[in-house]
């Protein structure tokens, strides 16, 4: 991230994994068979709460500078709220990921309710 010039190493790599891992881990967090908008909504929340985490961390491995930001803990400190600024910068490209996966998500949900009515009223 200090390196002045844009590769595909050092922005799009990054970029590239955060938004797979915000596109697969709800998929993979909600239950198949959940018929609940709120159990939904509440693995997106988890989710997003994991990527501003997730995304600091990718960008401080990729991060050309060392991990212990200084001898001190003011030090380390300041670099760690460095990554986590970035993190919330990258909101940009992985939160509109995630909405469209709520939206599928949502949408399947309410196909399986719809489903289930039909096999009621049968």
């Not at 790599?13 to 955060?18: F, T």
């Not at 609940?36 to 500078?65: E, N, W, Y």
């Not at 212990?68 to 300041?78: A, D, R």
């Amino acid at each position: 991230m200090n390196d002045p010039t844009f590769t595909f190493a050092n922005i799009g790599l990054p970029l590239l994994i955060i938004g797979a891992v915000a596109a697969v881990l709800p998929w993979v967090m909600v239950p198949r068979d959940t018929r609940s908008q709120r159990r939904v909504a509440g693995v997106v929340v988890a989710t997003a709460l994991f990527m501003v985490v997730f995304s600091a961390m990718i960008f401080s491995v990729f991060d050309k500078r060392s991990f212990l930001g200084g001898e001190t803990l003011p030090g380390q400190g300041v670099l760690a709220w460095m990554y986590v600024r970035a993190s919330l910068g990258a909101v940009v490209a992985w939160g509109p990921v995630l909405l469209f996966v709520w939206l599928g998500l949502a949408q399947r949900v309410e196909r399986l309710k719809g489903e289930d009515m039909v096999r009621e009223n049968k």
